[in-house]
């Protein structure tokens, strides 16, 4: 069996690596221009002292009768001090080597020159006999005649300082580098706290602890974060539809179902009538689901707005409910006129006019009355009135809301009513809830024109 590692990508060993190669990058080359500067300054350095010792170089050269006899000055200065120098032409010719490179064995002075002559000093030149030179051509004229002077000196005094420097430079980098490091792994650290944070609350969100992100995230995470959050809610949003969608189509089909069991129960209609009366149920079943659906989907406001004439809604839901509560023998009115039309879903009105016509036959005692027509402002009111116990004021506010009941007595689930109000309010409309000329409750919808 061949075991296979393979490392997990991460984005902060890749800043990590990026920033310290840079830093790593920038510091090298800066130690090296520095070591070559200081080489270049230290080469300087000796071509000054050697310029200021030009009168010693003169006194020599007067030893060996190259330069005339009356310059006073050179008697002045006439130090023993035996330089490795050599004459040369102007196409480095020796014409004259001094003593001291002599008992060196330094031999072709000028020719060696000549081949580094061309390049940037400083200037090293590898002698016969293996040592390390410093090389200067000091330009002379001598009798009315241009020469270049070529001086050597020893280079093992200025490489060791130049190898301390350089040695010296580059532990100072390799100090830098270290704090550098560390800086790096404390900005890392500090930098993606926020990250783990991130990472934290969004843990915390799957497992049901919090519902969004806090607020507090640095600038460049804000945007992601608010997207979160967005995303969040629209799931949060979406969930709660469905779940709500569920609720409300489990709520509308009980009353069909109940529908359905009061017409296999009617020992007055024929098995024809039954079953016809059975089948429109079950197409209004049809219809419930699709309808719930296609809302869970979009949500109210993806529905189409659309006129829908109330009254054979009134009148089928009625017949249904008859049949559920026929023992309690009510009187029914409609006062809805054929011409009636509400600008609204097919499937929002039957769930309008089914939730409240439903509370009215069960609630009530002996009387239901709906009434439908659009008033002289364009609006569209659908008002539901019954003879029962009705709406203690302190309830009016709260039965609208999924899960408050205001009759705790018969079964149900407080759900009627919130999806009325939530059908309503999608359409910019209102729902009321006063007391009837019955003695009950009155529930008056106002939608307004589309």
């Known amino acids: 069996m061949q075991l296979s590692f393979k490392p997990k990508k991460r984005l902060l060993t890749r800043m990590f690596i990026t920033s310290l190669s840079i830093i790593a990058l920038v510091g090298f080359g800066l130690a090296w221009s520095v070591t070559i500067l200081h080489a270049q300054n230290s080469y300087n350095k000796e071509t000054s002292q050697l310029i200021a010792e030009m009168p010693q170089i003169a006194a020599e050269l007067r ?43 330094l031999n072709n002075i000028c020719q060696r020159f000549e081949s580094i002559a061309d390049t940037n000093p400083p200037y090293y030149l590898t002698m016969s006999d293996e040592k390390s ?36 430079t580059y532990l100072r980098l390799a100090v830098v580098m270290l704090l550098a490091v560390v800086l790096l792994v404390s900005a890392a650290y500090w930098g993606m706290r926020p990250m783990a944070r991130l990472k934290s609350e969004l843990q915390a969100i799957g497992d049901g602890k919090k519902e969004a992100l806090s607020e507090g995230y640095p600038h460049e995470l804000e945007g992601v974060t608010q997207a979160l959050n967005q995303l969040l809610s629209q799931s949060s949003d979406q969930q709660e539809r469905y779940q709500n969608a569920m609720n409300d189509l489990a709520h509308s089909l009980k009353t069909r179902l109940a529908a359905v069991h009061a017409i296999t129960d009617d020992n007055s209609l024929t098995k024809a009538d039954a079953s016809e009366k059975i089948m429109q149920q079950v197409g209004q079943m049809d219809q419930l689901v699709k309808y719930q659906l296609k809302r869970a989907l979009v949500g109210r406001q993806g529905l189409v707005h659309e006129q829908t004439p109330v009254k054979p809604m009134i009148d089928q839901l009625s017949q249904m409910l008859f049949k559920i509560y026929r023992e309690k023998d009510l009187k029914f009115t409609a006062n809805v006129s054929p011409e009636v039309s509400f600008p609204i879903n097919k499937g ?39 003879d029962g116990p009705g709406v203690e004021d302190a309830l009016k506010e709260r039965i609208i809301q999924r899960g408050v009941r205001a009759d705790t007595q018969s079964p149900g689930q407080g759900i009627g009513l919130a999806v009325c109000n939530e059908i309503v309010s999608s359409y910019h409309g209102l729902l009321s809830i006063t007391e009837s000329h019955l003695q009950g409750a009155k529930f008056t919808i106002k939608i307004p024109p589309q």
Not at 76 to 98: G, H, L, P
């Open 348 to 386: 929002d009105l039957m769930e309008l006019c089914g939730n409240l016509m439903e509370n009215g036959f069960r609630l009530s005692i002996s009387e239901v009355i709906v009434t439908a027509c659009i008033d002289h402002d364009g609006n569209a009111l659908l008002i539901v009135e019954d």
């Open 63 to 105: 030893e060996y009768d190259l330069i005339p006899a009356d310059n006073g000055w050179l008697n002045e200065n006439n130090k023993q001090k035996r330089y490795m120098m050599a004459s040369c032409t102007q196409t480095f010719d020796e014409v004259w080597i001094s003593s001291s490179a002599k008992d060196s064995g």
């Open 133 to 168: 030179y410093f090389a200067y051509m000091l330009p002379v004229e001598l009798n009315q005649t241009q020469y270049n002077m070529v001086v050597l000196k020893d280079a093992d005094s200025v490489e060791n300082e130049f190898i301390r420097f350089k040695k010296l």
